[in-house]
């Protein structure tokens, strides 16, 4: 069934006895009014010509308004038919009154991070959040449309994020990258059309560039394990990293979250945090060694194995995510104090913990081993990886050319 809209003078007077002019809108027999915001006594209301009369004196105003207001609506009408196959005059109504088009960046933006807050999701809602806010800062304008995010803007927001904040490439393609999902949000929404989305081939393009990954080598572990002039938290720190190291550079996340409940029959078992996969290792002795220092700060069976998430309060995952977070920020600020101890120049950090691994293992474990120890979900991913750690066969081939 079709849907008509029209100009109306609805019978439904205020205290003053006069009527309101309307679009009346209407599909499958289930009618739906829009008021433009004047009302007229009924002797002005011309029932055949649907216009007010010229006797009324702003006769010629408020037909230009309807005539306006009708056009509108069946410009709407048009365009929520091409994106969708069915619309209700209720729909139509909310469109014209509170038009897609007009919802601005921010608004989308803000939805999408009360969203990742209602989720839990606070680690990426600390993150998304920043960048959100660097794109509102540089664009400086609360009201601006996904139909003004173009290619000129964003390279002139990557350029913005190079020099006046200094950012790495791949934390400019990391804010691009977030814009990129909002723009996707608004285009499923219908508040943009996909003919202006400026991503993709021969428009703006994310990929990531190469990092270099530096790990230590075994002297430099050693030199780690062989300290002993530590203070209580440079001691935790290395505790901690080492934790990490000898399990193939376990997330720092995961090794704060370990509990004494996740240890049994000489093996860890956890659920990873970045992919909630369930994962099972046994306990390499030098382990055990650093889990007898700490049992004697045990109190039940489901505390934390390390300090820094003693006090956090399960039920609030706001104070979780936040002792979390600066127990990271904690242990490598300790961090830096060992390496200067150790002799070591390298920046010692939680992350360097698993390429040190990578670093050491190099081509002496199978690739599909690694990729379990790693726990990645492609071995595409352990082969890119381990790449930057095996340089065996190219060193030999060097050598077999220059050595003459």
């Keep these: 069934m079709g849907s008509s809209i029209k100009i109306t003078l609805r019978k439904k007077a205020n205290k003053q006895g006069h009527f309101p002019l309307a679009v009346r809108i209407t599909k499958d027999r289930k009618t739906n009014y829009l008021y433009i915001g004047h009302y007229i006594d009924a002797k002005y209301w011309d029932k055949e010509k649907l216009e007010v009369r010229k006797s009324h004196p702003n006769s010629q105003r408020l037909n230009n308004l309807l005539v306006q207001k009708l056009a509108e609506a069946n410009q709407t009408r048009i365009d929520l038919q091409t994106r969708k196959n069915d619309i209700s005059s209720k729909q139509i109504k909310k469109e014209i009154a509170n038009p897609l088009s007009k919802t601005s960046f921010k608004e989308i933006a803000d939805q999408y991070l009360e969203g990742l807050e209602k989720t839990n999701k606070l680690q990426r809602l600390s993150s998304d959040k920043a960048r959100i806010g660097h794109f509102i800062r540089f664009v400086n304008n609360e009201e601006l449309s996904f139909q003004e995010i173009d290619e000129t803007l964003l390279r002139r927001f990557s350029l913005y994020l190079k020099s006046t904040r200094n950012l790495s490439q791949r934390s400019v393609v990391n804010n691009l990258i977030v814009l990129r999902t909002l723009f996707n949000k608004a285009i499923r929404l219908g508040i943009v059309d996909q003919k202006q989305y400026p991503f993709g081939a021969h428009k703006i393009s994310l990929k990531f560039p190469e990092t270099k990954k530096v790990g230590l080598n075994i002297e430099e572990i050693q030199s780690i394990e062989a300290l002993d002039d530590l203070s209580k938290q440079e001691f935790n720190a290395r505790s901690i990293w080492l934790f990490s190291f ?45 889990l007898k220092v700490y049992e004697k700060d045990k109190r039940f069976d489901d505390d934390f194995v390390f300090p820094e998430m003693k006090t956090a309060n399960l039920k609030n995952p706001k104070d979780y995510f936040k002792k979390l977070k600066n127990g990271n920020r904690k242990v490598n600020k300790y961090l830096g104090k060992i390496a200067e101890k150790a002799g070591i120049t390298k920046k010692l950090t939680m992350h360097i913990a698993r390429h040190s691994f990578g670093n050491i293992a190099g081509d002496k474990i199978p690739i599909q081993m690694l990729q379990k120890l790693y726990r990645h979900s492609s071995v595409t991913t352990t082969i890119n990886y381990q790449a930057n750690f095996m340089h065996r066969d190219t060193d030999n081939a060097l050598e077999k050319v220059i050595n003459f």
Excluded at 248 to 277: P, S, T
Excluded at 280 to 290: E, M, R, T
């Design 246 to 290: 000898y399990l193939a550079g376990m997330r720092v996340g995961d090794v704060l979250q370990i509990k004494w409940n996740n240890i049994y029959d000489g093996r860890l078992h956890y659920r990873m945090g970045k992919n909630n996969k369930l994962l099972s290792f046994k306990l390499p002795d030098k382990i055990n060694g650093i």
